[in-house]
């Protein structure tokens, strides 16, 4: 079963609208992190924002935030007022057992966004 | 954040022979990590390292193999280069906290011929 999920293969938004990109994932781990990653086509991984499973509060790292909804398993990640530079690759990822050593990050296919002018 | 640098970006090689991507960073980090991703697709770990003489394999099995004499620099060599290794090779680090966030190096696009 996959762990991380992202339906969307593809998102079309306009500059200065906001956009969803939706992540849900599957642990029984009751400790574990949330990640979402921007990828441009020059192929370097940028990490953007980070949820820790016992944060009671959504993350927030500028124009990024995280809606973690943890009963639904979800961790979509809100971009407000879209760029044209934020067109890119975006993945989801998750690391189980935050306390523990030897987990690895476990990444999601990814969404594609396209912001047009 | 951490400063991770990726040699060669780019490299196209013939079969049989063999090649060594460079990873290095400045940070002091511990844990080093060697992702395989093809065009378009996820991500998957090939190679992690703790520490310097400390190297494991990932979820995804590889030809590859890594070596960590020192805690700055986690080179991954392919004895033999075959067209199946054509892929994206990123290299990435992890801070402590929070959630040991992995920040990645721009990455080694290899084409086998």
């Known amino acids: 079963a996959q762990k991380i999920t992202q339906t969307q293969p593809g998102m079309f938004v306009q500059e200065k609208e906001a956009v969803t990109l939706d992540c849900t994932y599957d642990?029984?781990?009751?400790?574990?992190?949330l990640f979402w990653y921007k990828q441009p086509s020059s192929g370097e991984m940028i990490f953007l924002i980070y949820?820790?499973?016992?944060?009671?509060q959504n993350a927030t790292e500028g124009r990024y935030s995280l809606n973690f909804q943890k009963a639904r398993k979800s961790a979509n990640l809100v971009i407000s007022a879209s760029q044209l530079g934020d067109s890119a690759m975006y993945f989801c990822?998750?690391?189980?057992?935050?306390?523990?050593?030897?987990?690895?990050?476990?990444f999601g296919k990814g969404t594609t966004l396209s912001v047009s002018s | 954040e951490a400063d991770i640098y990726q040699t060669p970006r780019y490299l196209v090689i013939g079969t049989g022979k063999k090649i060594t991507l460079e990873c290095s960073q400045t940070?002091?980090?511990?844990?080093m990590y060697w992702y395989q991703q093809d065009p378009g697709m996820e991500l998957h770990l090939i190679h992690y390292?703790?520490?310097?003489?400390?190297?494991e394999k990932g979820d995804l099995s590889s030809e590859s193999t890594v070596s960590r004499i020192r805690t700055e620099h986690f080179p991954l060599t392919l004895e033999s280069a075959r067209p199946s290794h054509t892929s994206q090779y990123l290299c990435?680090?992890?801070?402590?906290?929070?959630?040991?966030?992995?920040?990645f190096g721009p990455g080694t696009r290899l084409l086998v011929l």
């Open positions: 990435a680090s992890s801070i402590e906290r929070p959630g040991e966030t992995q920040y």
């Open positions: 642990t029984s781990d009751q400790s574990y992190g």
């Open positions: 949820q820790g499973s016992y944060d009671e």
């Open positions: 990822a998750m690391r189980e057992g935050l306390h523990q050593a030897g987990t690895a990050l476990i």
């Open positions: 940070m002091g980090h511990d844990k």
């Open positions: 390292s703790y520490g310097v003489n400390s190297t």
